[in-house]
């Protein structure tokens, strides 16, 4: 912990964590909502989207039409954010939905013209905010990091998997 630069930490609030906690997995979630806090403001001073609203956006820009349950897989969030935020676009018509013929408890979703010109609008915001996140490191480091972040996620849902028995043995 020597080598990380002390101004950095400050950042991630490190200094109020108990001995017995572990931080570096406090660090990577913090580090996460702090990413997704700036992503959000990036998109929200340029217009009214915010981070749900541009995810299901990228995604409805890749297909013609999407059911609410295929978004929510897709962008992995919980349905009652999809949902409020599938509400928004549609009442700003940056989506517009119809009822799913063979089904009528599905309702599918398309991007609207006026919805791909917020998106397009945005776009090479997020993508040049997301390339100066990286832009210090090189491919050999951005490497190591994504095989880092691999590897906790994996130990993490090895762990997730396996918690049960440890709390039928307690």
């Known amino acids: 912990m020597d080598e990380v630069n002390v101004a950095e930490l400050d950042l991630l609030n490190l200094d109020d964590i108990p001995s017995s906690a572990n931080i570096l997995s406090i660090a990577i979630q913090r580090a996460?909502?702090?990413?997704?806090?700036?992503l959000n403001r990036v998109l929200m001073s340029h217009g009214d989207l915010g981070l749900v609203d541009f995810?299901?956006?990228r995604e409805l820009?890749?297909?013609v039409v999407a059911t609410q349950k295929s978004l929510i897989n897709s962008?992995?969030?919980e349905q009652a954010q999809v949902s409020r935020s599938l509400a928004s676009l549609e009442k700003r018509q940056l989506v517009s939905s119809c009822t799913y013929p063979k089904d009528r408890r599905v309702r599918l979703f398309t991007m609207e013209p006026k919805?791909?010109?917020a998106f397009d609008a945005v776009r090479p915001r997020v993508m040049a905010h997301n390339a100066r996140l990286t832009a210090?490191?090189?491919q050999a480091e951005q490497a190591e990091v994504l095989q880092q972040l691999q590897s906790i996620v994996h130990k993490s849902a090895q762990?997730?998997?396996t918690s049960e028995l440890y709390d039928a043995t307690s």
């Not at 996460?32 to 700036?38: G, K, M, N, T």
Request: net charge positive.
């Open 75 to 77: 962008i992995q969030l």
């Open 32 to 38: 996460a909502r702090l990413l997704r806090a700036d």
């Open 159 to 161: 762990s997730a998997d």
């Open 115 to 117: 919805g791909r010109a």
């Open 136 to 138: 210090g490191l090189s």
């Open 55 to 57: 995810r299901l956006l």
């Open 61 to 63: 820009s890749k297909v």
